[in-house]
């Protein structure tokens, strides 16, 4: 199974990134999705999650109205559109797989991408 994130970088405050998650070796459709980051000297949070279909999804307090998660079941991706970016958005964004389908409890996350690197001057 590989997840393969992109689309981080460096960005001013106020500004927008879109991260995307393609995965392979697994059935993309049954999955539900997440993203996670992790910044420096600090324990990996959660972001945002999206169940198998799409229909539901979930955001951290601190990315609501800002951040929106969606997914391409045909392109076997996810996305994380990213507005209004903070300097306290700065981190290493992973993007993880959830077999259950749900995307609301951490523990059931068993797969994890590489990461992705997002950094928001002030």
């Known amino acids: 199974v590989q997840l393969q994130a992109s689309g981080g970088g460096l960005v001013q405050a106020g500004g927008s990134l879109r991260l995307s998650c393609e995965v392979s070796?697994?059935?993309?459709?049954?999955?539900?999705m997440g993203w996670f980051r992790q910044a420096p000297g600090k324990e990996r949070e959660f972001v945002s999650a999206?169940?198998?279909?799409?229909?539901?999804?979930y955001y951290a307090d601190s990315v609501k109205g800002r951040f929106t998660i969606s997914r391409d079941n045909a392109k076997n991706t996810v996305y994380l559109q990213m507005n209004d970016l903070k300097p306290e958005d700065t981190a290493v964004y992973y993007c993880?797989?959830?077999?259950?389908?749900?995307?609301?409890?951490?523990?059931?996350?068993?797969?994890w991408g590489q990461g992705t690197q997002v950094t928001v001057s002030s």
């Open positions: 993880a797989a959830d077999p259950t389908g749900y995307g609301n409890v951490v523990r059931s996350y068993d797969d």
């Open positions: 999206i169940s198998w279909s799409g229909g539901r999804s």
């Open positions: 070796g697994r059935t993309f459709g049954t999955l539900a």
